[in-house]
C-alpha cells in the first residue's frame, strides 16, 4: 500500500453495490465513484483473476497523490451475525460453523469484532487481531429467547466500533435470515453510521419464507460492499469462501482531483494489462474550487480520534479566554497608554478612570437589579448567609453568576466534545453546583475552625473577668490575643457595639453568622446570666469546660464511628467502581446495561436502592449531641 503522511485509508462512502462474485472473464471493473471528499476522489475497483495492484489515470493523466488499499489486507472487520428465533436450529448452527472456518482463515493482521443481533444488538468481542475470542464466542452463541431481529441496530453498533479502528479498510460482514423488526434506528441511519465510520458493508441473505432481501441490496450498495444471497444455511460456508476471495480482488483508490466541481472526468483503471473506463460527474455543492481549498493542517485521523473534539473544544475554549483578554485590554488601554497617562495631563487621567468607573457601573447595577429581584427569595437568602458563613466579599447575586458562568463554560465544551445532551446536562448541573459547594465546603471548615478555639476563648474572657475587667475589656483581650478567625468576629461585634448597637444583639448575630451550636449555647448562657446577674466569670469557667467535654465527647462518637463511616463509603463506592473497571475491560459485557431498556430499567432500581441504603447508614453512624 502507499501511504502518503500519515493519513489513512478508508473505504469509499456511497459507492455502488458491487455485484455477486463476477467471473475472471468479466475482466476489471469500476465498480463505484465517491467524489463527497471533494477534492478526495475515492474510487472502487473490482479485478477478478488478478492481485496486481491497480493504476489509474484521471482525463488520460496518471491520478495525483494516488493511494491504494486491498481490502483483503490490514483491514478491521466487524461479523455481525443473526441469533433471531428465526435462526434457532441447524440454521444458527450452520451460521455459527461457516462464520467460525471464516475467522479461522482470515489474514493474521486484521482486526476482528463479532456481533450478535437478536431483540438486541450485543457486541460479543471487542477487536483483536487474534482469532480466539471471536471463535469462543461464535462456539457459545445461541438463538435469543425474545422476538425481534434489530438488523440496522447491529449496524450501527459495528460503524460506531469501526470509526476507532485505525486500520484503513473497514469492512461489515452481515448474516441474516429476515428482515429488521426491532430496531430503534433506520436504515437510512444505518447507512449513514456506516458511511460516516468509512466502512463497506458485505450483507448475506439466507432465503426463507420472512427474508427481504432489498433492504439489504440497499444497504450493501450505498456502502459500497456487496450483497450475497444463499438458498439454504448450509451454503454459508461457500459464500464466506467467495466473500474472501472477492475482498482480494476488491481495490479502494484514493486521489486528488485536479478538476473543478460541476466538471466531467474520465476515469481508467489498468491491472496487470486490463482495463476499465468510467466517465463521472464531480458533483461537491458548497465547496470551493481546488485552488481556493487550503490544506488540512492536520491528518482527517486526528480529528477523528478519540482525542480529537477534547483537542477542539480546549483550542475553543483557550480562543475565548484570549479574545476576553483582548477585549479588557482594549477596554483598559494599552499597557504603554497606562505608563504614560500620569503624564499626559488630568485629561487623560480623568477619561481612563471613566472608563473604569463605567464598567464598574454596569457590572454594578446588574448585581444590584439581581439581589433587589430575589431579596425575599428563600434560598437566596441562605446563600448570602453562607457567604458571610464563609467569610467571602462577595454578594449572593455575584456568586448565582459564577455558577452560571462555570456550568455554561463546561456545558459549551462537553457541546464541542461530542457527549450526549443528557449527560451533558447533568455535567452542567454539577459544574454549576461546584461554587456553592467550594463556599459550603470554606464555611464548614471555619466554623470547625471557631469551635476548636471557643473553649479557650472562654477561658481567655473568664480569666479577664476574675481580673476585674469589664465584660467589653474582656472581649477586646480576645481580639487582642486571639487567633483568626474569632479574633475577627469578635472585633465585629465592638465595631458594632461602638456604632450604638446593644451588647446582646450584636452577640446574636454572631452566634447566626458563625453557625456553631457549641457558641449558641455559650451565647444563651451570657445572654441569661447578663439579664438576671450574678458572677460572669464562674459562668465562663463553667461553660467552657462543658464545651470541652461537649467536643471530647463528639470525637469519641466519632472514633467509635469511623468503621461505619468507612463501610459506608465502601458499600456506596463499590458498585460503581466495579462498573467502571468493567466497562474498560470489557466493553461489550457491559453494552446491554448501557444501551438497552431493561439495563436502564435495573440502573435506576439499582442507584433508588444504594441512595436508600446510603441514608440508613447515614443514620446509623451520625450522632446528635
Not at 468479466?26 to 472502487?44: K, L, M
Not at 470547625?448 to 481567655?460: E, R, V, W
Amino acid at each position: 500500500m502507499k501511504r502518503r503522511g500519515k493519513r489513512r485509508l478508508v473505504p469509499a462512502i456511497g459507492l455502488a453495490a458491487l455485484a455477486v462474485a463476477a467471473p475472471a472473464s468479466a475482466g476489471v471493473r469500476i465498480a463505484g465513484v465517491d467524489t463527497s471528499g471533494y477534492p478526495e476522489v475515492r474510487v472502487t475497483v473490482v479485478a477478478p483473476g488478478t492481485t496486481a495492484e491497480p493504476q489509474l489515470r484521471e482525463n488520460g493523466l496518471p491520478a495525483t497523490d494516488l493511494q491504494t488499499a486491498n481490502l483483503a489486507r490490514s483491514k478491521s472487520l466487524v461479523l455481525a451475525v443473526d441469533r433471531s428465533q428465526s435462526m434457532t436450529g441447524r440454521s444458527l448452527r450452520d451460521a455459527t460453523d461457516a462464520a467460525r472456518a471464516f475467522v479461522a482463515a482470515k489474514a493474521a493482521s486484521d482486526r476482528i469484532e463479532v456481533i450478535a443481533f437478536g431483540r438486541d444488538a450485543i457486541g460479543l468481542t471487542k477487536f483483536s487481531s487474534s482469532s480466539v475470542d471471536a471463535d469462543a464466542a461464535l462456539s457459545g452463541l445461541t438463538a435469543d429467547s425474545r422476538s425481534g431481529t434489530a438488523l440496522y441496530d447491529a449496524v450501527v453498533r459495528a460503524a460506531t466500533a469501526l470509526r476507532r479502528e485505525d486500520l484503513p479498510s473497514r469492512v461489515i460482514v452481515l448474516v441474516t435470515d429476515g428482515r429488521d423488526v426491532s430496531s430503534r434506528a433506520t436504515l437510512d441511519r444505518a447507512v449513514a453510521a456506516a458511511q460516516h465510520a468509512r466502512a463497506a458493508v458485505y450483507a448475506i441473505g439466507i432465503a426463507g419464507h420472512d427474508f427481504t432481501p432489498a433492504p439489504l441490496r440497499e444497504l450493501a450498495a450505498r456502502t459500497g460492499g456487496a450483497y450475497l444471497q444463499a438458498a439454504s444455511s448450509a451454503d454459508l460456508r461457500a459464500l464466506y469462501d467467495s466473500l474472501g476471495a472477492r475482498l482480494a480482488h476488491t481495490w479502494q483508490l484514493e486521489y486528488l482531483t485536479a478538476a473543478r466541481p460541476g466538471e466531467d472526468v474520465h476515469l481508467t483503471t489498468v491491472v496487470g494489462g486490463a482495463r476499465a473506463s468510467r466517465a463521472v460527474t464531480l458533483d461537491a455543492p458548497g465547496r470551493a474550487a481546488p485552488a481556493a481549498q487550503a490544506p488540512a493542517v492536520l491528518p482527517r485521523h486526528v480529528w477523528s480520534s478519540r482525542l480529537g473534539p477534547g483537542v477542539l473544544a480546549l483550542a475553543v475554549g483557550f480562543l475565548v479566554l484570549l479574545a476576553a483578554a483582548f477585549a479588557n485590554s482594549a477596554r483598559s488601554g494599552s499597557w504603554l497608554n497606562a505608563r504614560l497617562a500620569p503624564h499626559l495631563g488630568p485629561t487623560q487621567r480623568r477619561a481612563g478612570a471613566k472608563r473604569r468607573r463605567e464598567g464598574r457601573t454596569l457590572r454594578q447595577k446588574v448585581v444590584a437589579a439581581t439581589e433587589q429581584s430575589f431579596a425575599n427569595v428563600k434560598q437566596f437568602r441562605s446563600l448570602q448567609r453562607l457567604l458571610t458563613r464563609a467569610d467571602l466579599p462577595l454578594l449572593a447575586a455575584e456568586l448565582l453568576y459564577a455558577c452560571v458562568g462555570c456550568g455554561f463554560a463546561v456545558g459549551l465544551v462537553l457541546a464541542v466534545a461530542g457527549l450526549s445532551p443528557l449527560l451533558t446536562l447533568v455535567v452542567m448541573i454539577a459544574a454549576a453546583a461546584g461554587p456553592v459547594a467550594w463556599v459550603a465546603y470554606r464555611a464548614r471548615n471555619r466554623m470547625k475552625a471557631f469551635d476548636n478555639q471557643l473553649p479557650d476563648l472562654l477561658i481567655t474572657i473568664a480569666a479577664s473577668l476574675k481580673a476585674g475587667h469589664s465584660f467589653r475589656h474582656a472581649i477586646q483581650s480576645v481580639v487582642d490575643e486571639g487567633a483568626e478567625p474569632a479574633a475577627k468576629e469578635f472585633r465585629r461585634v465592638l465595631t458594632e457595639t461602638r456604632l450604638g448597637r446593644p451588647m446582646d444583639d450584636a452577640l446574636a448575630e454572631m452566634g447566626e453568622r458563625v453557625g456553631s451550636k457549641n457558641l449558641t449555647f455559650v451565647l444563651n448562657s451570657v445572654t441569661i446570666q447578663r439579664q438576671i446577674g450574678g458572677s460572669l466569670a464562674g459562668l465562663f469557667d463553667m461553660v467552657g469546660e462543658t464545651v470541652r467535654q461537649r467536643q471530647q465527647f463528639a470525637r469519641k462518637i466519632r472514633s467509635l464511628t469511623a468503621m461505619g463511616r468507612m463501610s459506608a463509603y465502601v458499600l456506596v463506592g463499590l458498585p460503581f467502581v466495579v462498573a467502571l473497571l468493567i466497562d474498560l475491560v470489557s466493553p461489550a459485557y457491559m453494552w446491554p446495561l448501557w444501551h438497552t431498556s431493561t439495563g436502564h430499567l435495573l440502573m435506576g432500581t439499582s442507584l433508588a436502592m444504594i441512595s436508600f441504603g446510603s441514608l440508613i447508614l447515614k443514620k446509623i453512624v451520625s450522632f446528635k449531641g
